[in-house]
């Protein structure tokens, strides 16, 4: 299975930095996954929550916060706030990157970012896989990206997935992984797309996704 660093390495270092990208890159994920989100002044983001409360020092939205102000904030063990720009530097190309779109009107500003680097910095389309809870934001993404993989993300898979993947070309369905079992895992390999889930961060729970034939597993814990 293809083990995804959820947020970085988020069971070692603080979610969400460069610190925890580089100890994903460190313990061998292939993969890392990380939440990408607008501030106030344009620039995006990275970080899960809409507030700053829960992985900072800082208080109050992130959509209302200009880059300054988050530049300022400490997201743990005395990281920062980084910029998209700022992970896909630090990753380098060393492992592919999931990035996951949170809120509204943020696939433009992405997709932007992601062309410069496959444009300027020897990045492939292939290093990326897009996904989100917001499929508006997955079809807004589609149009200026096509050839960028898309993930689509649920928390529980509806029985009529097919429709938003199909309509997406989707490359995989990611999901809860309490929403899997080997029936619907076999129908989703039945239509051509990988499956992933998040979040295993158990031996017992990381055995059960193998033996239902999951493709790849979101962890804290890449080790
Ligand atoms: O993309 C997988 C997982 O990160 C989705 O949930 O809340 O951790 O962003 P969340
Ligand atoms: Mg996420």
């Known amino acids: 299975m293809l083990i995804i660093?959820?947020?970085?390495?988020?069971?070692?270092?603080p979610e969400n930095t460069i610190q925890s990208f580089n100890k994903a890159i460190e313990l061998g994920a292939k993969m890392i996954e990380f939440d990408v989100q607008l501030c106030k002044s344009g620039e995006v983001v990275v970080i899960h929550d809409f507030t700053l409360e829960r992985t900072t020092n800082g208080t109050g939205l992130?959509?209302?916060?200009?880059?300054?102000?988050?530049?300022?904030?400490?997201?743990?063990?005395g990281q920062q706030i980084p910029t998209l720009d700022e992970v896909l530097d630090t990753i380098d190309k060393k492992t592919v990157v999931n990035i996951e779109l949170k809120g509204k009107a943020i696939a433009q500003p992405a997709a932007k970012i992601i062309s410069n680097f496959i444009e300027n910095n020897n990045w492939q389309t292939y290093d990326f896989l897009i996904s989100s809870f917001n499929h508006d934001e997955l079809f807004a993404f589609k149009k200026l990206m096509p050839e960028i993989r898309i993930g689509v993300l649920y928390e529980d898979i509806p029985n009529n997935f097919n429709e938003t993947a199909s309509a997406l070309n989707a490359y995989s369905i990611n999901a809860d992984f309490n929403s899997f079992n080997k029936k619907i895992v076999t129908q989703i390999h039945s239509m051509g797309y990988k499956v992933y889930a998040y979040t295993v961060n158990t031996k017992e729970d990381r055995l059960k996704m193998k033996k239902i034939g999951l493709d790849g597993i979101f962890t804290d814990f890449p080790d």
């Open 5 to 13: 660093g959820h947020r970085g390495a988020a069971g070692h270092e």
């Open 62 to 77: 992130v959509i209302e916060t200009l880059l300054t102000e988050v530049k300022k904030l400490d997201a743990g063990k």
